[in-house]
């Protein structure tokens, strides 16, 4: 049974602890752990919502999930949660934590430039830097979020249910899919305001999408070779014994000039990638009734490739025979939609 009684005690300690008042919402989904219930329901909501477009995307229903606002409260939750069979358990940004992070390292960095200053004048010195660039991000509209979550989960309940042996192993971007594969599993997650930019996205002025179709099916994630960057940056960070009492999952928000700088790295913008992943699942849908990513995903983990899969089954879903037949297609529709 889906409900908060798995977790009362180590919620009841959490609060204890850190004089906090974490709230728990449930749902058959699974549950979400937030500071107040408000933000507890607006998690599980994200978590239905994703949910349902889950099984109705891949006809698989995902085991019970949670979503937990924050690094230390994961850490302190998640033992109990995934004792009691809950398989994914995501944590989510926490802008109390964020902001305690951005004070901690403002402060060492200015411990490591003029040391042995007095108490008083250190903090009112990382006070003046803290209200120079903001002491807290800006917060993420809810529609957004919610969508962004319903993402997330989207990888993992798709790794749990067609690459269930590598769920574990060490995995060049999301999963072990194909990196286009595996961003279309959660882009077909999301709904409202990010859905519908992303479709706005995908032709410019000149009616150009911004990746090629047939470089788009080949490429690696723009942000597979900055993965290892991300979680150099997060240990940094973060307390190593949290990290470990969170089982390796963290969340880091990064924003203003430091997510500049980190996707300034990569070789093409990354939100291109989405909005292909987002194009490419609309054009399946629309020929195909329904994108056949279940089936897409059992043919590639038996070592198929999708040049193949459109030889043996693409004209039973309304789609060509091959790949450079698929581009043609594909750019048909596209004038068409």
């Known amino acids: 049974m889906v409900d908060c009684g798995a977790i009362a005690a180590a919620l009841l300690a959490l609060n204890a602890q850190g004089g906090t008042d974490y709230a728990c919402k449930a749902s058959p989904a699974g549950l979400a752990v937030a500071r107040d219930a408000d933000q507890a329901n607006h998690y599980l909501a994200a978590l239905d919502s994703g949910h349902a477009a889950f099984v109705a995307q891949f006809g698989e229903t995902p085991g019970p999930a949670?979503?937990?606002?924050?690094?230390?409260?994961?850490?302190?939750?998640?033992?109990?949660?995934?004792?009691?069979?809950y398989g994914r358990v995501l944590p989510w940004v926490d802008a109390v934590e964020e902001a305690q992070r951005r004070r901690d390292r403002i402060r060492a960095q200015i411990e490591d430039q003029a040391p042995g200053l007095p108490e008083a004048q250190l903090?009112?010195?990382?006070?003046?830097?803290?209200?120079?660039?903001?002491?807290?991000?800006?917060?993420?509209?809810?529609?957004?979020e919610q969508a962004a979550i319903a993402h997330e989960l989207g990888h993992l309940w798709y790794i749990d249910a067609f690459w269930p042996d590598d769920r574990d192993a060490p995995a060049h971007y999301g999963g072990h899919?194909?990196?286009?594969?595996?961003?279309?599993?959660?882009?077909?997650?999301?709904?409202?305001?990010?859905?519908?930019?992303?479709?706005?996205?995908?032709?410019d002025a000149d009616g150009e999408t911004p990746i090629a179709l047939d470089a788009f099916l080949a490429m690696e994630h723009p942000l597979a070779s900055l993965g290892q960057a991300a979680r150099a940056n997060l240990a940094d960070r973060n307390n190593s014994a949290d990290t470990a009492a969170s089982g390796g999952m963290?969340?880091?928000?990064?924003?203003?000039?430091?997510?500049?700088?980190?996707?300034?790295?990569?070789?093409?913008?990354?939100?291109?990638?989405?909005?292909?992943?987002?194009?490419?699942?609309?054009?399946?849908?629309?020929?195909a009734g329904a994108a056949p990513l279940g089936e897409l995903s059992t043919w590639m983990r038996g070592g198929g490739t999708m040049e193949t899969w459109l030889a043996e089954h693409g004209a039973a879903h309304g789609l060509p025979s091959n790949t450079d037949l698929l581009v043609a297609d594909w750019q048909v529709w596209l004038d068409g939609a």
Not at 66 to 85: K, S, Y
């Open 177 to 203: 899919a194909p990196d286009w594969l595996d961003e279309m599993a959660a882009v077909a997650m999301e709904e409202g305001p990010l859905l519908e930019t992303r479709r706005e996205q995908l032709r």
């Open 250 to 287: 963290q969340v880091l928000r990064l924003s203003g000039e430091e997510a500049d700088e980190f996707l300034s790295q990569a070789a093409i913008d990354p939100g291109s990638y989405y909005v292909m992943a987002r194009g490419f699942l609309d054009y399946l849908t629309a020929r």
């Open 66 to 85: 949670a979503i937990i606002q924050g690094n230390q409260a994961r850490a302190a939750l998640a033992g109990p949660l995934e004792a009691a069979g």
């Open 123 to 144: 903090n009112a010195l990382v006070e003046r830097a803290l209200g120079g660039q903001g002491a807290t991000d800006e917060p993420l509209d809810p529609a957004v």
